[in-house]
């Protein structure tokens, strides 16, 4: 196998069912070393869910998911371990430890998968917060700093190990412009200078189009559109025109229909109307 040109994640045939729903539809797509590859697609389309098949935290119904080579669908979690120490994630949540404090949160996968002395392991958490902007706030817990700066603790832990594959789950969500533009210049340094392979879910268009080498539009499960930057900017496709240009009006529906969501015959609805009747109640 030759790594310049095998791809680093090859998803073929993807599906994923929750009872009768089907959220990722028979997806097919290859991610090469050094791409950018940029997710997007309108909330609820299943973005977090096929980011979760990728790195083999669920299983799908069906279809495979190929990571540096190896199928990770069918891996057994001490497998999965040896995968996860080659790339770095960054859960939508943040998914920091509360208990932990920030520079313990960077730690984490540098005590878990090396064996670096503690000497090395203060140093590279703190070279980590500076690159995130964040020299100083080492000792603080999650709870005492704000959401922006939880998502880019998040961001140095997924940059602990160095990674050859990053996967970010809106990195740039709750941050203002420039700490933007400054996470977004970190994955242009890490891919073009260092060769690391990005793969980032975004809503943020002015970000997406300034990180992405190629782009995949998600509706449905399925791929809507896929292309360079510029293929999609000059989409024909209305639904793509929509996303990118941000109108409230178009062939993207606002609201899900019913079919969207899993269907638990074992949950009683309750009446909202009877909600309103106790609370209004406690209104003096
Ligand atoms: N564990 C689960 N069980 C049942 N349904 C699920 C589960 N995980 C996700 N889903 C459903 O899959 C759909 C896609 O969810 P997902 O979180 O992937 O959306 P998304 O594209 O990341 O949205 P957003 O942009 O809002 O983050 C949703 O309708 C959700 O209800
Ligand atoms: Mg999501």
């Known amino acids: 196998m030759n790594p310049e040109t095998e791809p680093v994640v090859e998803v073929a045939d993807l599906s994923r069912k929750f009872g009768d729903r089907t959220v990722i539809d028979n997806l ?5 070393r050094g791409e950018t590859m ?23 119904t069906a279809g495979s998911v190929k990571i540096f080579g190896d199928e ?15 790339f770095g994630m960054l859960f939508q949540s943040g998914a920091l430890l509360a ?77 203002d412009p420039i700490m933007t533009a400054v996470v977004d210049k970190l994955t242009l340094e890490l891919t073009q200078g260092s060769g690391m392979t990005a793969v980032v879910v975004t809503h943020d268009m002015t970000s997406a189009f300034r990180i992405a080498t190629r782009m995949i539009m998600l509706g449905r499960g399925t791929i809507i559109a896929q292309g360079t930057p510029d293929e999609i900017r000059t989409s024909p496709n209305p639904e793509v025109q929509q996303f990118i240009n941000g ?38």
């Open 28 to 32: 097919s797509f290859k991610i090469h």
């Open 38 to 60: 940029v997710i997007m697609g309108g909330s609820g389309c299943g973005k977090s869910t096929l980011l979760r098949h990728i790195i083999g935290v669920m299983k799908p």
């Open 72 to 86: 990770i669908t069918t891996m057994n979690d001490r497998e999965i371990a040896d995968v996860r120490r080659r």
């Open 99 to 175: 208990s932990l404090t920030v520079g313990e949160n960077v730690a984490l996968p540098l005590l878990q998968h090396t064996d670096m002395s503690e000497d090395e392991v203060q140093e590279t958490v703190t070279q980590k917060l500076q690159t995130v902007g964040l020299s100083g706030f080492e000792n603080l817990k999650p709870a005492e700093i704000s959401g922006g700066m939880r998502k880019r603790v998040g961001l140095a832990r997924a940059l602990a190990l160095d990674p050859e594959l990053l996967f970010s789950d809106e990195p740039t969500s709750g941050l």
């Open 247 to 284: 109108e409230p009006d178009g062939p993207m529906p606002l609201n899900l229909s019913q079919d969207d969501h899993e269907h638990h015959p074992h949950v009683k609805a309750r009446p909202l109307v009877s909600a309103q009747h106790r609370f209004r109640h406690k209104i003096p």
